[in-house]
Nanobody, 121 residues
Framework: HVQLVESGGGSAQAGGSLRLSCAAS?????MGWFRQAPGKEREGVAA??????YYADSVKGRFTISRDSAKNTLYLQMNSLKPEDTAMYFC????????????????????WGQGTQVTVS
Protein backbone atom coordinates (compact mmCIF):
# COMPACT_ATOMS: atom_id res chain seq x y z
CA HIS A 1 0.00 0.00 0.00
CA VAL A 2 1.31 3.45 -0.96
CA GLN A 3 0.26 6.55 0.93
CA LEU A 4 0.16 9.87 -0.90
CA VAL A 5 0.11 13.32 0.69
CA GLU A 6 -0.39 16.43 -1.42
CA SER A 7 0.62 19.96 -0.53
CA GLY A 8 1.08 23.31 -2.22
CA GLY A 9 -2.46 24.20 -3.15
CA GLY A 10 -3.93 27.59 -2.48
CA SER A 11 -5.17 30.70 -4.21
CA ALA A 12 -3.62 32.49 -7.14
CA GLN A 13 -4.58 35.19 -9.58
CA ALA A 14 -5.08 34.44 -13.23
CA GLY A 15 -1.70 34.33 -14.91
CA GLY A 16 0.02 33.33 -11.70
CA SER A 17 1.77 30.13 -10.65
CA LEU A 18 1.52 27.43 -8.05
CA ARG A 19 3.49 24.26 -7.45
CA LEU A 20 1.89 21.14 -6.05
CA SER A 21 3.85 18.40 -4.32
CA CYS A 22 2.91 14.82 -3.56
CA ALA A 23 4.97 12.83 -1.09
CA ALA A 24 4.71 9.07 -1.56
CA SER A 25 5.51 6.39 0.99
CA UNK A 26 6.76 4.05 -1.73
CA UNK A 27 7.55 3.79 -5.42
CA UNK A 28 5.17 2.93 -8.25
CA UNK A 29 5.54 2.67 -11.99
CA UNK A 30 3.34 5.63 -12.76
CA MET A 31 2.15 8.70 -10.88
CA GLY A 32 -0.25 11.37 -11.97
CA TRP A 33 -2.36 14.38 -11.11
CA PHE A 34 -6.10 14.54 -11.48
CA ARG A 35 -8.52 17.34 -10.71
CA GLN A 36 -12.19 17.66 -9.99
CA ALA A 37 -14.21 20.84 -10.06
CA PRO A 38 -17.62 21.09 -8.38
CA GLY A 39 -20.27 19.39 -10.46
CA LYS A 40 -17.73 17.94 -12.88
CA GLU A 41 -16.11 14.57 -13.33
CA ARG A 42 -12.57 13.91 -12.23
CA GLU A 43 -10.17 14.47 -15.12
CA GLY A 44 -6.57 13.63 -15.76
CA VAL A 45 -4.19 16.57 -15.73
CA ALA A 46 -0.79 14.94 -16.19
CA ALA A 47 1.05 11.72 -15.53
CA UNK A 48 4.63 10.49 -15.65
CA UNK A 49 6.26 7.09 -16.01
CA UNK A 50 10.05 6.85 -16.06
CA UNK A 51 10.93 9.78 -18.33
CA UNK A 52 7.71 9.93 -20.32
CA UNK A 53 5.11 12.55 -19.41
CA TYR A 54 1.51 12.91 -20.55
CA TYR A 55 -0.65 16.02 -20.38
CA ALA A 56 -4.25 16.97 -20.91
CA ASP A 57 -4.65 19.30 -23.88
CA SER A 58 -6.05 21.97 -21.57
CA VAL A 59 -2.77 22.26 -19.63
CA LYS A 60 -0.12 21.59 -22.27
CA GLY A 61 2.47 24.32 -22.36
CA ARG A 62 1.37 25.66 -18.97
CA PHE A 63 1.82 22.76 -16.52
CA THR A 64 4.89 20.62 -15.99
CA ILE A 65 4.91 17.32 -14.14
CA SER A 66 8.12 16.01 -12.64
CA ARG A 67 9.21 13.28 -10.29
CA ASP A 68 12.07 13.10 -7.84
CA SER A 69 12.61 9.38 -7.40
CA ALA A 70 15.18 9.84 -4.65
CA LYS A 71 12.60 11.70 -2.57
CA ASN A 72 9.56 9.70 -3.75
CA THR A 73 7.94 13.02 -4.55
CA LEU A 74 5.81 14.10 -7.48
CA TYR A 75 5.45 17.73 -8.52
CA LEU A 76 3.12 19.75 -10.69
CA GLN A 77 4.35 23.19 -11.68
CA MET A 78 1.37 25.21 -12.80
CA ASN A 79 2.02 28.44 -14.71
CA SER A 80 -0.27 30.86 -16.52
CA LEU A 81 -3.12 29.74 -14.34
CA LYS A 82 -6.68 30.31 -15.51
CA PRO A 83 -9.93 30.48 -13.54
CA GLU A 84 -10.95 27.21 -15.19
CA ASP A 85 -8.01 25.51 -13.44
CA THR A 86 -9.89 25.92 -10.17
CA ALA A 87 -10.48 22.46 -8.73
CA MET A 88 -9.46 19.96 -6.10
CA TYR A 89 -6.23 18.38 -7.28
CA PHE A 90 -5.43 14.78 -6.44
CA CYS A 91 -2.21 12.84 -6.65
CA UNK A 92 -2.54 9.23 -7.79
CA UNK A 93 -0.22 6.29 -8.22
CA UNK A 94 -0.45 3.19 -10.36
CA UNK A 95 1.71 0.09 -10.04
CA UNK A 96 1.61 -0.74 -13.75
CA UNK A 97 2.74 1.32 -16.71
CA UNK A 98 0.44 3.51 -18.73
CA UNK A 99 0.32 4.69 -22.32
CA UNK A 100 -0.95 7.74 -24.12
CA UNK A 101 -4.56 6.73 -23.53
CA UNK A 102 -4.67 4.89 -20.21
CA UNK A 103 -2.77 7.52 -18.23
CA UNK A 104 -5.95 9.57 -17.85
CA UNK A 105 -8.22 6.75 -16.73
CA UNK A 106 -8.71 7.38 -13.02
CA UNK A 107 -10.19 3.94 -12.31
CA UNK A 108 -6.84 2.35 -13.19
CA UNK A 109 -5.02 4.11 -10.37
CA UNK A 110 -4.71 2.18 -7.12
CA UNK A 111 -3.64 4.85 -4.67
CA TRP A 112 -4.95 8.36 -4.09
CA GLY A 113 -4.10 11.33 -1.94
CA GLN A 114 -6.64 13.38 -0.03
CA GLY A 115 -6.50 16.28 -2.46
CA THR A 116 -5.43 19.90 -2.31
CA GLN A 117 -7.59 22.84 -3.39
CA VAL A 118 -6.46 25.22 -6.11
CA THR A 119 -8.45 28.39 -6.63
CA VAL A 120 -7.70 30.83 -9.44
CA SER A 121 -9.46 34.17 -9.64
Amino acid sequence: HVQLVESGGGSAQAGGSLRLSCAASGTTACMGWFRQAPGKEREGVAAVRTVVAYYADSVKGRFTISRDSAKNTLYLQMNSLKPEDTAMYFCAAKPALVNGVTWALSHLYSYWGQGTQVTVS
